[in-house]
C-alpha cells in the first residue's frame, strides 16, 4: 500500500510539471561532465544538451547538415575550411569563435597530456588553423574522406572559462561542471543520482527548448526504469529489452518508442588462433563456415528478439557508406555445416568459447547453443554481461577464444572506418585476430581517399571477403527501445541520439 502511495505521488508531481520539466531515465550512470574523457553513449547524449555540435545529423535520413558551422569547402586533399555561425555564445556570455575550435581539438583531445579516449578518433588531425574570428581550416595529415561526420560530434569549448577553472580548481573541476553553447544549462551534477538542466534562454535556435527544465536520472535497473515510467517518476525511460514491449504497450499512458540504430550485433571467431589452442579449430575457414550454417538466426530473432531487431548479411549496418546489401550470407543448412566439419577433421565435434557483453547478447548466445549442439559442437559461454572493461582487456591482450558476440555503435559515424579497422587493421587495431595483408589494404585505400566511388569498390571488396572468409558472422542490427509518456513528443534518431531539445509536451 504505502508502495501504491508512492508511486502516484510520483505520477501527480510529474504531472503538475508536465509542461515545464522533462525526466529522463537513463540505463546507466554518467561518470563525468568533461565530455572528452569519456566514450560512453549516455555521455554523449547528455553532452547533445549542453554543447553543440558543428554539424547536425537528420535523425531521419542520417544526412549531416549545418549547425555551429554553417558552411564549408575543399581546398584542398588536405585542407577543409570551416565558417561558424556568427552571435552565438556560450551560456556565461562568451562568443563563439574559431579560437574555441582549435583550443578544443588541439588542446583537449590531441594533447598527449590529456589523455583524452577519443584521441584515436582525432589522429588524423595534423592542426587546426585560425583564419579569422568565425574561420577555421583543420589540416588533415593525408586525405580523410570522413571529416564531416567527426565533426558531428565535436563540441566547443570555451577556453578562457576552462583555462580559468583549472587553473583555480585543478582539472577534476571539470568532470563535475559544464559549460556549453547548447540548449540547456548545467545546472547540477549529482555523480550516481542524476543531472539538472535548465533552458538556455538565449540559445540562438529561438524557439527552443519548449520546456524550463531537465532532469536526468540514473536508473540502471531496468524493472525499476519500467516501474518509474509506468507511475509518472520519468517521461521517459531509455534502454528496455524487446520482451518488455508488452509491458509498456499495456498502459494507456505510455508508449514505445522504438528505432532501427546503427549498432549492429555480430560474433568475431578467433580465425588467427590468437588466443592459443582452445581456438585451434578455428584457423580453419571450414569450420567458421559451418558454424554460419549451423544457425538459424532468423528463428532466433523471431522467437528470441521478437523481430524487434532486423537481420544483416553483410558486416557492417546497412546504414553506413558503402553498405552492399546485395551481398548475401550463408544460409541455415545445418546439413551442409556437419559436412563441413567432419571435411575439417572435427566430426566429433569441439567446445566454442561465447564472450557476450550485454543480457541480451547472452540470451541470443544461449539459443544459438542449442543449434550448435545438434550438429556436435559444445558452448562454453563466458559471461562479461556488464563487463565490458574487462572484456576489452582481454580482447585487447588476446585472450579471447572462440568468439566475441558484441554490437558496435561506430560513436554514430555512418562509415565503416570508425567500425573495421578496430578489428581488421593491424597493428593499430587493439581487436584484431583476423589478419588479412590484402584486406588491411583496402581499408587503408579507402581511409586514405576523398573519391567516393572509389571507396565504395573497395569497401564492396572488404565485405566480400570478410563474408567469404567469414572473419566475422554478421546476426542483426539492433534497435533503440525507449517507453515514453504519450504526452511528450520528441525524435529518436538512428544515432541512439534523442533529440530533446526540440521535443514538446501536450495535453
Not at 592542426?127 to 566547443?156: A, H, M, S
Not at 583549472?166 to 549529482?190: C, D, Q, W
Not at 569441439?350 to 544461449?366: C, G, H, N, R
Not at 573497395?458 to 558472422?473: A, F, G, N, P, T
Request: aromatic share 12%; proline share 6%.
Amino acid at each position: 500500500m504505502v508502495l501504491v502511495v508512492t508511486l502516484g505521488l510520483m505520477a501527480i508531481g510529474s504531472a503538475e510539471a508536465a509542461k515545464n520539466h522533462l525526466i529522463v531515465g537513463f540505463e546507466d550512470t554518467v561518470g563525468t561532465m568533461n565530455y572528452y574523457q569519456t566514450t560512453a553513449r549516455v555521455d554523449i547524449q547528455t553532452a547533445m544538451m549542453i554543447y553543440d555540435p558543428l554539424l547536425e545529423r537528420d535523425p531521419k535520413d542520417g544526412t549531416l547538415l549545418p549547425h555551429l558551422v554553417t558552411e564549408w569547402k575543399i581546398i584542398n586533399d588536405t585542407t577543409w575550411e570551416f565558417k561558424l555561425r556568427p552571435g552565438v555564445k556560450f551560456h556565461n556570455g562568451n562568443p563563439l569563435n574559431a579560437e574555441c575550435v582549435r583550443f578544443t581539438i588541439e588542446e583537449r583531445i590531441l594533447d598527449p597530456k590529456q589523455k583524452s579516449p577519443l584521441l584515436p578518433n582525432w589522429k588524423w588531425v595534423k592542426k587546426v588553423e585560425v583564419v579569422d574570428d568565425l574561420t577555421f581550416r583543420i589540416i588533415t595529415d593525408g586525405p580523410y574522406p570522413i571529416v564531416l561526420q567527426r565533426l558531428n560530434f565535436l563540441f566547443p569549448l570555451d577556453p578562457k572559462w576552462t583555462k580559468e577553472m583549472v587553473a583555480k580548481n585543478g582539472e577534476e573541476y571539470l568532470s563535475s561542471h559544464a559549460i556549453g553553447t547548447g540548449p540547456f544549462k548545467f545546472v547540477r551534477f549529482v555523480k550516481g543520482e542524476r543531472i539538472e538542466l535548465a533552458r538556455n534562454e538565449n540559445y540562438w535556435k529561438k524557439g527552443y527548448p519548449k520546456f524550463e527544465k531537465m532532469t536526468i536520472r540514473f536508473i540502471p535497473e531496468i524493472s525499476t526504469r519500467l516501474a518509474e515510467l509506468i507511475a509518472g517518476g520519468v517521461d521517459v525511460a531509455h534502454g528496455f529489452l524487446p520482451d518488455l514491449i508488452p509491458t509498456i504497450e499495456k498502459n494507456k499512458n505510455v508508449k514505445v518508442v522504438e528505432v532501427p540504430i546503427l549498432r549492429f550485433f555480430f560474433w568475431m571467431f578467433d580465425g588467427d588462433g590468437r588466443a592459443g589452442e582452445r581456438s585451434a579449430p578455428l584457423k580453419d575457414v571450414r569450420v567458421r563456415r559451418a558454424i554460419y550454417h549451423a544457425i538459424d538466426r532468423e528463428a532466433i530473432i523471431k522467437n528470441v528478439l521478437n523481430n524487434h531487431a532486423d537481420l544483416c548479411n553483410i558486416p557492417m549496418n546497412p546504414l553506413q557508406f558503402g553498405a552492399d546489401t546485395s551481398i548475401k550470407g550463408l544460409e541455415y543448412n545445418p546439413e551442409k555445416a556437419k559436412a563441413l566439419l567432419k571435411e575439417a577433421g572435427y566430426e566429433k565435434g569441439f567446445t566454442l568459447s561465447l564472450w557476450p557483453i550485454l543480457a541480451l547478447y547472452k540470451q541470443v548466445d544461449e539459443a544459438a547453443a542449442g543449434y550448435l549442439e545438434k550438429v556436435g559442437i559444445k558452448v562454453e559461454i563466458k559471461d562479461y554481461v556488464g563487463r565490458w572493461p574487462e572484456a576489452a582487456k582481454l580482447l585487447t591482450s588476446g585472450k579471447v577464444d572462440g568468439a566475441l558476440t558484441t554490437s558496435w555503435g561506430m560513436f554514430s559515424v555512418y562509415d565503416p572506418d570508425a567500425f573495421w579497422p578496430f578489428f581488421f587493421l593491424s597493428p593499430e587495431g587493439p581487436y584484431v585476430y583476423n589478419t588479412d595483408a590484402e584486406l588491411m589494404d583496402w581499408m587503408r585505400q579507402a581511409r586514405r581517399t576523398l573519391d567516393q566511388e572509389k571507396r565504395k569498390a573497395l569497401y564492396k571488396k572488404c565485405q566480400e571477403r570478410i563474408i567469404d572468409r567469414v572473419y566475422m558472422m554478421p546476426w542483426f542490427t539492433e534497435r533503440a527501445i525507449h517507453g515514453a509518456s504519450k504526452n511528450f513528443i520528441y525524435t529518436l534518431g538512428s544515432d541512439e541520439i534523442p533529440r530533446y531539445q526540440y521535443g514538446y509536451f501536450v495535453d
